[in-house]
């Protein structure tokens, strides 16, 4: 079959490659033509993906990767796509679906055949053979993960997970091209480039009660060998020239001692890069040898994610610390002579302004360089989720505004203005302190990585209103009665508007 997987565009000022998808196309390959498409980096919005993408590659399958913030512009791909060509088969992946899988697919129902719940790297290959093999009556139930039709019954089949990760086979490195993408990687800053992101771990033994990452991937810690790690980084390095190593485990160092071991083999691979983990890193799985070896093999930055200043607050979140235990967390992390930059939830649940006054304060008197305040996402299946639909606080999600710096939903008694503005005024009281400003401004690498910088700073601090329009920034002049033509292979045309109502 002729496979695309697709990154669809959002609003998203972190342009970096899909590991997921690079998997997935490795499970397929050997039987199958497969091609990776990120719409965010090749700027391809809904309207041109007809004519520029379907007619170039006539896929039989389009795979369609779909984050929370991704389901309005993938409900208008996935029209697109069968506009163009009913027959084209269309699956969708990703947390939305796997958080809450049936109403995931009600969501994005129209116009879509299949999802997949869950990692899908044993499903997936599995359910393109199916396909391919073109039978009359199909037998879907014994693809793990995938969600399907049985008539108007949906059905979701149950998920399996390979523990031993490395059986997975190693990234589709070839297709996602880590070295063609821009300086605009998560975390913003950077040390070294070109940058590529690696997986060592997967899954999460926390509860935090805002996060699906044990959702995803599941609450048991799996492993990557040290020989795949370190032989991922060396090609990484020497075929496609990357400088740079993006750790973006959920929980790295969980697993201390499996993390001494793979620092101290990056340490013998003796390459000039660079390390980060953008994900950030539990305080609380931390030592000085970790730190030292760490800092050894070029992690110039380590992110942690403190999320409040309030105790109460921390409780509910079910973070398992304390405002105490973050000081003195950080200053083991400072005594390294790391610098360091941390992450907080504004809005959380049954906030007060007081509480986000503390966490506002807490971010002010730790030595950090960066400070990321997000607001609070309902993210579907989380247990804040659930709490706050069985109080009747959600009920018609905006999925349209579901960005952090949109402010989709705000506590009892707080607007969504008040909330965008005190956010607004923390990251100007944070970073327009002169030594913050001054070591932030020197840590530009090029003119093209200012203009990613301020366009994320226009985003997150002076733009207080955003809507997921499927435009590029050249379009925005658009008035809002203006419709876009999409020509289907039998000359049909259909007019999709791009006003704010569209």
């Keep these: ?17 899909s590991l997921g998808l690079a998997y997935l196309a490795q499970g397929i390959r050997s039987r199958h033509e497969v091609k990776i498409l990120d719409c965010i980096k090749d700027g391809l919005t809904s309207a041109e993906f007809a004519e520029k993408v379907l007619g170039k590659y006539r896929p039989d399958l389009i795979g369609i990767q779909c984050y929370t913030f991704d389901v309005g512009n993938v409900r208008k791909l996935l029209k697109v796509i069968k506009t163009w060509d009913p027959n084209i088969i269309t699956v969708v992946g990703g947390s939305h679906v796997s958080s809450d899988p049936v109403r995931g697919f009600e969501n994005l129902r129209d116009n879509l055949d299949f999802a997949f719940a869950g990692e899908a790297e044993i499903g997936f ?21 995938l969600i399907w039709k049985n008539g108007e019954e949906f059905v979701v089949n149950p998920q399996e997970m390979e523990d031993d990760l490395d059986q997975l086979g190693d990234p589709a490195w070839d297709l996602i091209r880590p070295e063609l993408y821009p300086e605009a990687q998560h975390g913003a800053f950077f040390n070294s480039f070109p940058i590529a992101p690696i997986i060592t771990t997967r899954g999460c033994p926390y509860s935090c009660t805002f996060c699906a990452a044990p959702i995803l991937s599941g609450k048991k810690l799996r492993h990557h060998s040290k020989e795949y790690v370190l032989r991922n980084i060396s090609l990484l390095y020497h075929t496609y020239g990357i400088r740079e190593i993006h750790i973006v485990d959920d929980n790295f160092t969980q697993d201390i001692e499996y993390a001494k071991t793979i620092v101290r083999g990056i340490i013998e691979l003796n390459l000039d890069i660079s390390i980060a983990m953008p994900n950030g890193i539990r305080m609380d799985y931390l030592d000085d040898e970790l730190l030292a070896l760490l800092k050894e093999a070029g992690l110039y930055l380590v992110s942690i994610a403190v999320e409040s200043g309030n105790n109460e607050i921390l409780k509910d979140m079910k973070k398992g610390t304390k405002v105490h235990k973050v000081h003195r967390d950080v200053n083991l992390i400072k005594k390294h002579g790391f610098d360091i930059a941390a ?11 007081e509480t986000i006054k503390d966490t506002i304060a807490l971010s002010l008197k730790l030595p950090l360089l960066r400070a990321n305040y997000f607001t609070y996402l309902p993210l579907p299946g989380t247990e804040s989720y659930h709490k706050l639909e069985e109080a009747g606080e959600i009920k018609n999600v905006d999925w349209d505004n579901f960005y952090m710096m949109g402010a989709p939903y705000t506590p009892k008694g707080i607007s969504r203005e008040d909330l965008l503005e005190i956010k607004r005024k923390a990251f100007l009281k944070f970073y327009l302190r002169p030594s913050i400003l001054v070591r932030n401004i020197l840590g530009v690498k090029s003119f093209s990585h200012f203009k990613f910088l301020f366009k994320r700073f226009c985003n997150w601090i002076i733009i207080k209103n955003h809507v997921a329009l499927d435009i590029k920034p050249v379009d925005i002049a658009i008035e809002d009665h203006t419709a876009l033509e999409i020509k289907s292979p039998d000359k049909k045309v259909t007019q999709f508007g791009v006003g704010a109502s569209s």
């Design 125 to 145: 290959p599995t359910f393109v053979d199916i396909l391919n093999s073109n039978a009359d009556s199909p037998d879907y139930s014994n693809v793990p993960g």
């Design 343 to 353: 992450f907080f939830i504004l809005g959380y649940p049954g906030e007060t302004m």
């Design 1 to 17: 079959m002729r496979v695309l997987l697709v990154k669809p565009n959002n609003l998203s000022d972190h342009i970096q490659p």
